[in-house]
Structure formats: structure tokens, C-alpha cells
Nanobody
Framework: QVLLVESGGGLVQAGDSLRLSCTASGGSVSGYAMGWFRQATGKQRRFVAAISASGGSSLVENSVEGRFTISRDNAMNTMYLQVNNMKPEDTAVYYC????????????????WGQGTQVTVSS
């Protein structure tokens, strides 16, 4: 059973940068595609970015492309989300997820989920 734990969230100011981490335990995730999703209060959980098992390919949602960068270190069993020039609308709980096969922007395709980390951006 793969367990995912997010970290790195917190309260930041607009314009700041933040790096979120997702660390897996209970097994290697090197064979899994992984993704980041976020959920603002009262809103549906939405896709942010995803990366292939090898880390060689990735997809970032259009509205955050250029500010968000996804990466992974399979030796560390960890995935990252670098967020630059943060905006108040980035405020949400950020979740990481893992799935077999190719990466996807569809949350219902992911089998494993973390508990989320809160990110709050003040203006």
C-alpha cells in the first residue's frame, strides 16, 4: 500500500515562492505517474500538474503554466511542485496522487492520494 504525504504548505504573501513535496512510503513510486491537484474552499478539486513515472514528461494546467513546475526524484521517492509568483487565487489545499500507467489530468484515474497540505496566499 503506497502512502503519500504532502508537506511544504503554509501562509505566504503574494509574489512569494513555495515548494511543495510529496513523499511516498510503503513502496516505491518510481513506476507510477504522479500528479498535483488543488481544492479551494467550496470548490471542486482540480488538476494542477502531472508527471510521468520516469519524470521525462509532464503536463501543467494552462492557467498556472509558467509559474508552476512539477518534478520528481525517484531515488528519494518524492515529487515536488515549485510555485513562483504566488497569487491569492492559489490559496487551496494541495493534494498529491499516484496512478499506474501514463499521467492524466483526471482525478478519478488516480489510485493513491495524500491528505493534502494547506497553502494560503495573502495579498
Amino acid at each position: 500500500q503506497v502512502l503519500l504525504v504532502e508537506s511544504g504548505g503554509g501562509l505566504v504573501q503574494a509574489g512569494d515562492s513555495l515548494r511543495l513535496s510529496c513523499t511516498a512510503s510503503g513502496g516505491s513510486v518510481s513506476g507510477y505517474a504522479m500528479g498535483w491537484f488543488r481544492q479551494a474552499t467550496g470548490k471542486q478539486r482540480r488538476f494542477v500538474a502531472a508527471i510521468s513515472a520516469s519524470g521525462g514528461s509532464s503536463l501543467v494546467e494552462n492557467s498556472v503554466e509558467g509559474r508552476f513546475t512539477i518534478s520528481r526524484d525517484n531515488a528519494m521517492n518524492t515529487m515536488y511542485l515549485q510555485v513562483n509568483n504566488m497569487k491569492p487565487e492559489d490559496t487551496a489545499v494541495y493534494y498529491c496522487a499516484a496512478k499506474g500507467g501514463w499521467y492524466s489530468d483526471r482525478l478519478n484515474e488516480y489510485n493513491y492520494w495524500g491528505q493534502g497540505t494547506q497553502v494560503t496566499v495573502s495579498s
